[in-house]
Nanobody
Framework: QVQLVESGGGLVQAGGSLRLSCAASGFTFSSVSMSWVRQAPGKGLEWVAGINYTSTGTYYSRSVEGRFTISRDNAENMLYLQMNNLKLEDTAVYYC???WGKGGRRGQGTQVTVSS
């Protein structure tokens, strides 16, 4: 069955960095686009970044562009999100998701907390 397992979250100070990972299985990872979405406390899901299946196209929300980098390793069925210069407002549960946008199948998420 489809499985998406996120890891790499944690507590970090503002200005710091984290790298999130997502291990995918149960589907043909190399044939689908992938996204990262997040949900901050008390708010709805927000699409953060997306990447096409060949890694030739990456897209970001305005709130993270220039600070976050999405990447993938199709040989290892892995999706990544490098997050630099983290801000307080980046605090959220981060999910990897199949496809574009925020409506695709997601994993259980990993918590990212940014402190001042």
């Amino acid at each position: 069955q489809v499985q998406l397992v996120e890891s790499g979250g944690g507590l970090v100070q503002a200005g710091g960095s984290l790298r999130l990972s997502c291990a995918a299985s149960g589907f043909t990872f190399s044939s689908v686009s992938m996204s990262w979405v997040r949900q901050a406390p008390g708010k709805g899901l927000e699409w953060v970044a997306g990447i096409n299946y060949t890694s030739t196209g990456t897209y970001y929300s305005r709130s993270v562009e220039g600070r976050f980098t999405i990447s993938r390793d199709n040989a290892e069925n892995m999706l990544y999100l490098q997050m630099n210069n983290l801000k307080l407002e980046d605090t959220a549960v981060y999910y990897c998701a199949i496809g574009w946008g925020k409506g695709g199948r997601r994993g259980q998420g990993t918590q990212v907390t940014v402190s001042s």
